[in-house]
């Protein structure tokens, strides 16, 4: 079963920015669509934005125009770049394969943690 290990998370002040990574154990990232996903403390985990096996990729309106996903897929890495962050974008963050419907399919990862605060 693939693994998904995201990493590059850490504390950044608001108006900052970090990239976050996700290593695949497989070379799947150039089949399946990869989606960007977070959990709040105390919230449900929502999708933060998609990149599709064409590199055409969606955000959520939270973070449209700050947050690019790109791809390496010679390196099985997909990125988050996330720039001008906010205190809202504390969270843990995870990536996944996706399925036709959207579904995340692997096991979810240990995610890496993204603290933004002064």
């Known amino acids: 079963q693939v693994q998904l290990v995201e990493s590059g998370g850490g504390l950044v002040q608001p108006g900052g920015s970090l990239r976050l990574s996700c290593a695949a154990s497989q070379s799947i990232f150039k089949i399946y669509t990869v989606g960007w996903y977070r959990q709040a403390p105390g919230k449900q985990r929502e999708l933060v934005g998609t990149i599709t096996r064409s590199s055409i990729t969606n955000y959520a309106d939270s973070v449209k125009g700050r947050f690019t996903i790109s791809r390496d897929n010679a390196k099985n890495t997909v990125y988050l770049q996330m720039n001008t962050v906010k205190t809202e974008d504390t969270a843990v963050y995870y990536c996944?394969?996706?399925?036709?419907?959207?579904?995340?399919?692997?096991?979810w990862g240990q995610g890496t943690l993204v603290t933004v605060s002064s």
């Open positions: 996944n394969i996706q399925g036709r419907m959207g579904d995340p399919l692997a096991a």
